[in-house]
């Protein structure tokens, strides 16, 4: 059974920092394309970052430059460095994996950017 289980949210001032860890068990994820995703109170769920298998990134506009993703396909996990955060990065943050037949999620981590 595919399982995928995020850390590393939490309470941080704006300008400040975080490192987002996803841990993948159950399957092999070292060639599979995997992301970040966050859904703010009252929004919809929106794409972070994704990267492939052969660690090819794609960002969303409003993180570009702040945000990196990355991966160890050693240990089945990818990461989301978040610097130079802003309160409007206040959300859920959502990991994802997909394979050819189906999508994986994560349960989320709370994100709150405030002073």
């Known amino acids: 059974q595919v399982q995928l289980v995020e850390s590393g949210g939490g309470l941080v001032q704006p300008g400040g920092s975080l490192r987002l860890s996803c841990a993948a068990s159950g399957s092999i994820f070292s060639f599979r394309p995997m992301g970040w995703y966050r859904q703010a109170p009252g929004k919809q769920r929106e794409l972070v970052a994704t990267?492939?298998?052969?660690?090819?990134?794609n960002y969303a506009d409003s993180v570009k430059g702040r945000f990196t993703i990355s991966r160890d396909n050693a240990k089945n996990a990818v990461y989301l460095q978040m610097n130079s955060l802003k309160p409007e990065d206040t959300a859920v943050y959502y990991c994802?994996?997909?394979?050819?037949?189906?999508?994986?999620w994560g349960q989320g981590t709370q994100v709150t950017v405030s002073s």
């Open positions: 990267i492939t298998g052969g660690s090819s990134t």
């Open positions: 994802k994996v997909n394979f050819p037949w189906a999508e994986y």
